[in-house]
């Protein structure tokens, strides 16, 4: 199996939370580092991190993440590398584009923002072991992330003009042939969560553990 390279977008301005959201301590680390860890106990894993309005304020925080900015770096079995995007205002997509320009063009991915959780080993191993161009973990009823996208898919994205209507990735793939795409029930609704709100931090907080 092509082990996905998981791949962590903070490149936003947090706005809603007023802090950077990766930076949350979440149960003595911040946020970002206890997401990255999430995805250990995968074979080879590696992370990469995208990042934008507030990398400085990572790299002061977690020196890993500015030692990888450069080359990959082995943190604590987890390989991890750092993107700046340098243009952060223009959103999510295009931190994802300056991101997948950095990875094995044979590689598969999973695409997740930071503020969803990534989800337990159970639903994790589900996406990586289903096989399809584009697999969705879905829950209630609702889509989610991470998204798991094969090479053929997401080398396309990194051609899309920014500024178009089309540089979004769920608009990518509503424009791919159906048969491509798999909905794949999970247990878990974190991975339709987004933690936006200190609200939404401090329940979150409420019902997990480290």
Request: hydrophobic share 40%.
């Amino acid at each position: 199996m092509n082990i996905p390279v998981l791949i962590l977008l903070a490149g936003g301005k947090s706005s809603r939370m007023g802090t950077p959201k990766g930076l949350l301590d979440y149960h003595g680390i911040p946020w970002i580092v206890a997401q990255i860890f999430r995805y250990k106990n995968i074979e080879n894993p590696k992370v990469f991190i995208g990042l934008g309005y507030d990398y400085k304020q990572y790299f002061d925080a977690i020196p890993q993440l500015k030692q990888a900015s450069n080359h990959s770096f082995l943190w604590n079995g987890v390989t991890i590398r750092t993107v700046i995007n340098k243009h952060p205002e223009n959103g999510a997509f295009s931190t994802l584009q300056v991101v997948l320009k950095e990875i094995d063009k044979e590689a598969t991915v999973l695409v997740l923002p930071t503020d969803v959780p990534l989800l337990k080993n159970k639903g994790l191993h589900a996406i990586l072991n289903a096989n399809n161009t584009i697999v969705i973990p879905v829950c209630d009823g609702k889509n989610g992330h991470p998204v798991k996208l094969k090479p053929e898919f997401w080398r396309t994205l990194t051609t899309i003009d920014i500024k178009a209507k089309e540089a979004r990735l769920d608009r990518q793939i509503k424009k791919q042939e159906p048969s491509s795409v798999s909905f794949l029930n999970v247990m878990e609704n974190s991975v339709y969560q987004n933690i936006n709100t200190m609200n939404d931090w401090n329940n979150y907080l409420l019902i997990t553990k480290r």
